[in-house]
């Protein structure tokens, strides 16, 4: 999607991008100052408990640790904010267009109520005011947030990386796709160019990023179903779809509603189908300091869940959840993201109903 933001605007995303810099080059000095003093990864305990008393006192400790908290603080609660009004600013040249972009071929459902279950309400994800905090939220997210800022500053491909954990799976073609957390429809795109015959199907439970993938696949003449529904009870028929797709969701929700999604995955796939969902590195994947970082970001960047999926072996989960064949592991030269891959039993009853 062409985008010219206006002065104001683009200097304030041009602003963002490059305090996203001067974070990076600020932790790094903290990893100095951490390694004069002696904490190292086999300097830490083995409870995850105490590992993190002792990060937190040698965080406190640093001369450059303050400095970082308050800008890591302030980057947390103003990008989304600026980003916002970088939108409003260009608002009355670009509503019009994306207006015409929710009509086309890719459809949306919306749902009669909210459909979002009560672990997520009141949750400002990265601290963006929620997914649905300004009513072009999807395209804030999509076109600013994620392109002008995470794209900038998080290392590598973001939209590469999206399209090659598909290298993972084992078939050319796959006739009918479903997304769960479809979000503004970067997965989307990826899958659609992967399986140009397939009939993808998108969910997710805000309103205004699906808003946005429908901005998206109709850009891109695409003819994608999109629907605003949770993933824990899809409402599709048993056996309805041959792959389960999913890219960095899992780590938002408590291990119970995790597994109830696996649950319903495995219920509407097809005997012999396929599940793909790419995350985050689980702490198994990182020494005892990077765990420590991780948990810092998370506290500070509003993700109530990180540590509680993180601490999982989703290959066991999936395991414990009906799949057979399933593999936990790095995807990429960045070891990132990392792959939950995983096949329905090709022989199932015939009682897979929802639960």
Known sequence: ????????????????????????????????ELAE????????ADDFDARLVQFDA?????????????????????????????????????????RALQRGATTLERAAADPTPGYARGVAFHS????????????????LIHRMIVARNFGGDIYAQRSGMLDELRRDHYPRILELGTSSGNLTVALSQRFPKAAITGLDMSLRMLEQAQRVGN????????????????????????????YSFGHEMPEYALRQILREARRVLTP???????????????????????????????????REFCSLDMAVVATE???????????????????????????????DTPR
């Not at 062409?2 to 304030?12: C, F």
């Not at 041009?14 to 903290?30: E, H, N, Y």
């Not at 070891?335 to 009682?351: E, N, Q, S, Y």
Request: hydrophobic share 50%; charged share 20%.
């Open 128 to 143: 963006t005011a929620t997914w649905d905090g300004h009513d072009y939220m999807g395209f804030v997210h999509g076109e």
């Open 1 to 32: 999607m062409q985008l010219e933001l206006q002065q104001r605007g683009r200097a304030s995303m041009d602003f963002l991008a490059s305090f996203g810099g001067v974070l990076g080059a600020t932790r790094q000095a903290i990893g100095t």
């Open 272 to 306: 012999g189908g396929e599940l793909i969902i790419g995350d985050v590195l689980p702490f198994s994947a990182q020494d005892k300091l990077a765990q420590c970082w991780a948990q810092f970001e998370a506290v500070h960047g509003g993700e109530p869940y990180w």
């Open 321 to 351: 959840e009906g799949f057979v064949e399933a593999r936990y592991f790095a995807h990429g030269e960045r070891r990132f993201p990392f792959v939950l891959h995983a096949l329905k039993p090709a022989a199932t009853v015939a009682a």
């Open 219 to 246: 850009e891109l003449g695409q003819a994608w179903r999109l629907v605003q529904r949770a993933a824990e009870v899809t409402g599709f028929e048993a056996a309805s779809f041959d792959l389960v797709a999913a």
């Open 58 to 98: 040698a965080l406190a400790a640093a001369p450059t640790a303050s400095r970082y908290v308050a800008l890591r603080d302030w980057m947390a609660s103003h990008h989304g904010p600026i980003a916002m009004e970088a939108f409003d600013e260009l608002r009355p040249a670009i509503e019009p267009v994306l």
């Open 37 to 44: 003093a002696g904490l190292v990864p086999d300097a830490l």
